[in-house]
């Protein structure tokens, strides 16, 4: 997820790539209907905004990607030919309304509310300056773990050395225009005291939400009351910063932006930013709203409020690439995050891997790790899925990788840790996994008089296997037990032989009985994997009792 690599165009591929209609295709094309007729900059601008209020989040991390992913696009779309940038901006200028509910010493943090985030003092230790220093670099760190092209910004830097200093000065100059789109935005009571300037107390060193007395457009000043005295301070070099609507559109112009995603809260103010931007001489950029990401409890997450998955935490349980997946997947759709979606999106990112060498250029755009890869998906095989070896450490109560890859080397020979890294770094991940979160919620129960029977019936239908039979053998064995138990025969389905087929019942019996889990993986290919004599050794012991005790 570079951005930056070098990119192999075929004419296969351009051609496929200008028929698409994966999403980062879609926008890309509306960065070069921007220019259509007119030549492009020098450089096309991709943002990407993050308010370091609270340590990254996940959420973040998925603006960059997804980003770079419409960035990559546009690369192929124009052949390559156009230089481009990602820059991720950081919002650390504003002042810190709320402590967030995450922060280890609250109480010490008080004295430096409502200053700018780069003047409050980290809390966290370590060679950091302030709380925003901090923040800012653990987004680095992350996105540089990933290999993202990037280039950091940061609003106070940004302030301070005149970047914005022209802009300002035109703020200033149509203060009216500006407080003419914000102000039927805004209630009565807010209307009376709301100034898009925030000066920065000489007195205080706070982000002050006063009146303007005056705004001076020649002198390039605003004039205001800071706890009592009338004082007068310039609009450029840091003095004061933009209210946050403001600031997206003088950013806009100010930069030239030609891209921002933002969530779907941003939707509403989208046009105001837009007639800011207009205002201050710039064009607003193409937009992507995408949905917002939701905790267990379908709440939005929230930096302050630490709620929903962090960065490091998916990371300790599933690898890089399962992350990148989630975000690529309908940006549109709210989609709840949480450790339960870890498994399926790390077997999700395996299967699309799986599929690509056999794929066409129409089906490999539409392959989510084409886009995840800037189009160079690596070669792995992957011959255990992720949620088969959480259910072989279930089975096994393995501790460690060695256990793992007894089962897996036995049931697959040649495999080993050497020839099949891929497969050694997710036994890893699924015993951290399992430990963390399987373990603790699995209930194993009882089997009555019908399940006592179908699980000996079963256990006896596996002896009878030959030697080394394989998933399949072992699938149909089991159907054939449960479809002679009437409790498990669905009519709704046709055997083989014309008979009921088996209802699900069945399966999850099994799962709930041996190894105490709602639902589990193909069970064919989980007693493959762990062995005949093994799941046999596992019925017996349920039989006794010994599971559910």
């Given at each position: 997820?570079?951005?930056?690599?070098?990119?192999?165009?075929?004419?296969?591929?351009?051609?496929?790539?200008?028929?698409?209609?994966?999403?980062?295709?879609?926008?890309?094309?509306?960065?070069?209907?921007?220019?259509?007729?007119?030549?492009?900059?020098?450089?096309?601008?991709?943002?990407?905004?993050?308010?370091?209020?609270?340590?990254?989040?996940?959420?973040?991390?998925?603006?960059?990607?997804?980003?770079?992913?419409?960035?990559?696009?546009?690369?192929?779309?124009?052949?390559d030919k156009i230089k481009t940038k990602l820059l991720c901006f950081s919002d650390d200028m504003d002042g810190m309304r709320k402590i967030p509910e995450s922060m280890p010493d609250r109480a010490a943090l008080e004295p430096y509310l409502h200053m700018p985030l780069t003047s409050v003092p980290n809390p966290f230790g370590g060679d950091y300056a302030s709380f925003a220093d901090h923040n800012n670099a653990m987004l680095c760190r992350f996105l540089d773990t990933f290999g993202f092209d990037y280039e950091f910004a940061s609003a106070t830097q940004y302030y301070k050395a005149g970047r914005f200093d022209e802009v300002l000065r035109r703020a200033a100059e149509r203060y009216d225009e500006i407080m003419g789109?914000?102000?039927?935005?805004?209630?009565?009571?807010?209307?009376?005291?709301?100034?898009?300037?925030?000066?920065?107390?000489?007195?205080?060193?706070?982000?002050?939400?006063?009146?303007?007395?005056n705004v001076d457009a020649k002198a390039g000043t605003v004039t205001f009351?800071?706890?009592g005295t009338e004082t007068t301070l310039p609009v450029t070099s840091g003095h004061v910063k933009l209210q946050w609507k403001p600031d997206f559109g003088m950013r806009w112009a100010a930069l030239g932006v030609d891209f921002e995603m933002f969530g779907k809260d941003h939707q509403t103010n989208a046009v105001i930013y837009d007639r800011i931007c207009n205002i201050l001489g710039g064009r607003a950029p193409e937009h992507f709203v995408y949905e917002l990401f939701l905790d267990e409890e379908g709440q939005k997450i929230s930096k302050s409020k630490?709620?929903?998955?962090?960065?490091?935490?998916?990371?300790?349980?599933?690898?890089?690439?399962?992350?990148?997946?989630?975000?690529?997947?309908?940006?549109?759709?709210?989609?709840?995050?949480?450790?339960?979606?870890?498994?399926?999106?790390?077997?999700?990112?395996?299967?699309?891997?799986g599929a690509y060498p056999r794929q066409d250029w129409k089906e490999r755009l539409g392959n989510p790790v084409w886009h995840m890869h800037d189009g160079n998906p690596p070669a792995i095989d992957l011959p255990v899925p992720f949620a088969l070896l959480l259910n072989l450490v279930s089975a096994s109560?393995?501790?460690?990788?060695?256990?793992?890859?007894?089962?897996?080397?036995?049931?697959?020979?040649?495999?080993t840790p050497k020839t099949h890294p891929e497969l050694d770094r997710l036994t890893g991940y699924a015993i951290r996994y399992f430990d963390d979160f399987v373990k603790p919620t699995k209930v194993y129960r009882a089997a009555d008089e019908v399940e006592r029977e179908a699980l000996a019936k079963?256990?006896?239908?596996?002896?009878?296997?030959?030697?080394?039979?394989?998933?399949?053998?072992?699938?149909?064995?089991?159907?054939?037990?449960?479809?002679?138990?009437?409790?498990?025969?669905?009519?709704?389905?046709?055997?083989?032989?014309?008979?009921?087929?088996?209802?699900?019942?069945?399966?999850?019996?099994?799962?709930?009985?041996?190894?105490?889990?709602?639902?589990?993986?193909?069970?064919?290919?989980?007693?493959?994997?762990?062995?005949?004599?093994?799941?046999?050794?596992?019925?017996e012991r349920a039989l006794a009792g010994q599971l559910a005790a």
């Open positions: 997820m570079t951005g930056s690599n070098i990119i192999d165009l075929t004419p296969e591929m351009l051609a496929a790539a200008a028929e698409s209609k994966a999403w980062p295709f879609e926008e890309a094309k509306k960065v070069i209907a921007r220019y259509k007729g007119k030549d492009f900059p020098e450089t096309v601008l991709f943002e990407t905004g993050y308010g370091p209020s609270g340590l990254p989040h996940i959420g973040t991390f998925g603006e960059v990607a997804r980003t770079t992913m419409v960035r990559h696009a546009f690369r192929v779309l124009t052949q789109v914000m102000l039927p935005t805004l209630g009565p009571e807010r209307q009376a005291t709301y100034s898009p300037f925030l000066p920065i107390s000489p007195k205080s060193g706070r982000v002050l939400y006063v009146p303007m007395i009351d800071d706890e630490g709620n929903g998955l962090t960065i490091d935490e998916w990371l300790t349980y599933a690898p890089t690439e399962s992350l990148g997946l989630y975000m690529y997947q309908r940006p549109r759709q709210a989609k709840k995050l949480y450790f339960d979606v870890i498994p399926k999106a790390v077997d999700e990112y395996y299967a699309f891997l109560n393995a501790h460690d990788k060695a256990v793992l890859w007894g089962f897996i080397s036995r049931h697959a020979p040649g495999v079963l256990s006896d239908a596996l002896g009878a296997l030959p030697q080394g039979a394989d998933g399949e053998a072992i699938q149909n064995a089991a159907l054939n037990v449960a479809r002679k138990i009437e409790r498990y025969q669905d009519h709704s389905k046709q055997s083989p032989e014309g008979g009921p087929g088996v209802s699900v019942a069945f399966f999850q019996m099994i799962y709930q009985v041996l190894i105490g889990q709602e639902r589990g993986p193909r069970f064919g290919s989980f007693a493959a994997l762990y062995g005949i004599a093994e799941t046999r050794a596992l019925i």
